[in-house]
């Protein structure tokens, strides 16, 4: 599988399946408990977002997710992990399937997040940005009691203000230098990302938060590059003027968040690693997977509460994770030091 065009620059294919599920099905799919399942891979950041969200705003027993494998072929994920290599309650070996029962000619990526319609087998969406919007504008009838509001009212024109730029220049911009088919696409890239990630370490020198003294769906997108900033952008997609570990204000940001309930317990480091470094064999051909970085430093107290500010706002943290969704141990910092997370 190529990712790399030789001599251009990179361009992710935005073509996403934009139909929306809400609460008075405008769109041909209502907000119903358990008709509905979200499928992730937890290597992928975009899917990470959907996790996240999902689990802050207690929504497993109403949309339960399907976990597909860390890697895939020219085809699509697949459920590899699962007893017999399908999905239990879909019955697909692909998430290629339930993209073809849509539309027997998809020629488009096989993405996740997806959400597929049980019923039909039927993917309704791929479109990863929406999906979480959603989640917390749309399926506020499961909220758990105490969700915390990811998108409230009036900061959402500051948070989509941020949402943008953080998308282009460090969500992408990860994969503009990773991808790029030239030098020059590549320096311009590099450039991009690290001037914006400067601004963002400035910012949140003086505020725990992106916007507002709360969590919001801002600091969500921002903490899945973060997270796999070190484990494989930094060598991987050659971003590498710094580690994240070496930028005092963005790595304290991000253990911060990491060890906040619903964000570091999602992480799967292993698949994350698996990923990127043998699925990208255009740009790591050997498929040798690195056995760093050390992962105990996330959980080294980060002082950001010196800054204010309170994490779930007037909600509550989420309830533990299930034992079925929960990520093995040895997949995370908890494999080295016996800390769990605050």
């Keep these: 599988m190529r990712y790399v065009s030789p001599g251009r620059e990179y361009t992710r294919d935005?073509?996403?399946?934009?139909?929306?599920i809400t609460a008075d099905g405008r769109d041909g799919f209502r907000v119903e408990a358990g008709r509905y399942r979200l499928v992730v891979a937890r290597a992928c950041p975009w899917?990470?977002?959907?996790?996240?969200?999902?689990?802050?705003?207690?929504?497993?027993?109403?949309l339960p997710m399907a976990v597909a494998g860390p890697t895939q072929d020219d085809r699509s994920w697949t459920f590899g992990m699962d007893p017999g290599g399908r999905d239990p309650v879909l019955?697909?070996?692909?998430?290629?399937e339930a993209y073809l029962a849509r539309d027997p000619v998809y020629d488009r990526g096989v993405t996740v997040p997806a959400i597929v319609d049980v019923p039909t087998g039927r993917v309704v969406t791929n479109d990863?940005?929406?999906?979480?919007?959603?989640?917390?504008t749309e399926w506020?009838?499961?909220h758990c009691a105490g969700a915390p509001d990811l998108y409230p009212r009036a900061l959402r024109p500051e948070i989509d203000a941020v949402n943008e730029v953080v998308y282009e220049e460090v969500n992408n911009g990860v994969y503009r230098a990773g991808f790029a088919g030239s030098q020059e696409a590549y320096a311009a890239a590099y450039e991009r990302l690290f001037a914006r990630l400067d601004l963002l370490g400035e910012r949140l020198a003086a505020s725990r938060y992106l916007v507002g003294d709360t969590i919001t769906e801002a600091d969500v997108r921002l903490f899945t590059t973060l997270v796999r900033f070190d484990a494989v952008y930094h060598g991987h997609f050659k971003c590498n003027r710094r580690k994240l570990s070496e930028s005092p204000v963005l790595w304290a940001y991000a253990r911060?968040?990491?060890?906040?309930?619903?964000?570091?317990?999602t992480v799967d480091f292993d698949h994350i690693k698996r990923h990127y470094f043998l699925v990208h064999d255009d740009i790591n051909p050997t498929g040798i997977?690195?056995?760093?970085?050390?992962?105990?430093?996330?959980?080294?107290?980060?002082?950001?509460?010196?800054?204010?500010?309170?994490p779930f706002g007037d909600g509550t943290p989420p309830a533990p994770v299930r034992p079925q969704e929960a990520v093995p141990p040895e997949h995370t910092p908890l494999a080295s030091r016996p800390h769990t997370l605050r």
Excluded: C, K, N
């Design 289 to 310: 997977v690195p056995a760093g970085p050390d992962l105990t430093d996330w959980l080294v107290p980060h002082r950001r509460e010196t800054l204010g500010g309170r």
């Design 128 to 136: 990863f940005a929406r999906i979480t919007l959603d989640m917390s």
């Design 14 to 20: 935005s073509r996403y399946l934009t139909t929306r």
């Design 140 to 142: 506020t009838a499961y």
């Design 256 to 265: 911060d968040l990491f060890q906040t309930p619903g964000f570091g317990d």
């Design 47 to 62: 899917a990470s977002r959907a996790v996240i969200v999902r689990r802050l705003l207690g929504l497993e027993e109403a």
């Design 91 to 96: 019955g697909i070996e692909r998430l290629q």
